[in-house]
């Protein structure tokens, strides 16, 4: 089990650095997010079976990521539909 903890881990620690080093657009941001969400997720399921096999907690988790998902990709189609592209610099958030 000390595997998954770890490779989780590593995952996380991953996409935080993918997060803060490829910031121009805003597909790869969230991209970097929901890695670092599955490694979240993959830490709290192995956790959970050391506990005793309740996954009720990691099924609530996964459904708000998935919305959390959902939400992250119409905030992206909206702003391509309205600016033409994702990039960060053209998008003036002070408007």
Request: hydrophobic fraction near 55%; include cysteine.
């Given at each position: 089990m000390t595997m998954y903890t770890y490779s989780a881990l590593m995952m996380f620690f991953c996409g935080f650095v993918m997060f803060s080093l490829m910031r121009k657009h805003l597909l790869l941001i969230l991209l970097s997010i929901e890695f670092m969400v599955?490694?979240?997720?993959?830490?709290?399921?192995?956790?959970?079976?050391?506990?005793?096999n309740d996954y009720f907690f990691?099924?609530?988790?996964l459904t708000f990521s998935v919305c959390e998902g959902?939400?992250?990709?119409?905030?992206?189609?909206?702003?391509?539909?309205?600016?033409?592209?994702?990039?960060?610099?053209?998008?003036?958030?002070?408007w």
């Amino acid at each position: 089990m000390t595997m998954y903890t770890y490779s989780a881990l590593m995952m996380f620690f991953c996409g935080f650095v993918m997060f803060s080093l490829m910031r121009k657009h805003l597909l790869l941001i969230l991209l970097s997010i929901e890695f670092m969400v599955l490694a979240l997720y993959l830490n709290m399921f192995s956790y959970l079976s050391l506990l005793g096999n309740d996954y009720f907690f990691s099924m609530i988790f996964l459904t708000f990521s998935v919305c959390e998902g959902s939400l992250g990709l119409s905030v992206l189609v909206s702003m391509i539909r309205s600016h033409g592209n994702d990039y960060f610099q053209g998008f003036n958030l002070l408007w």
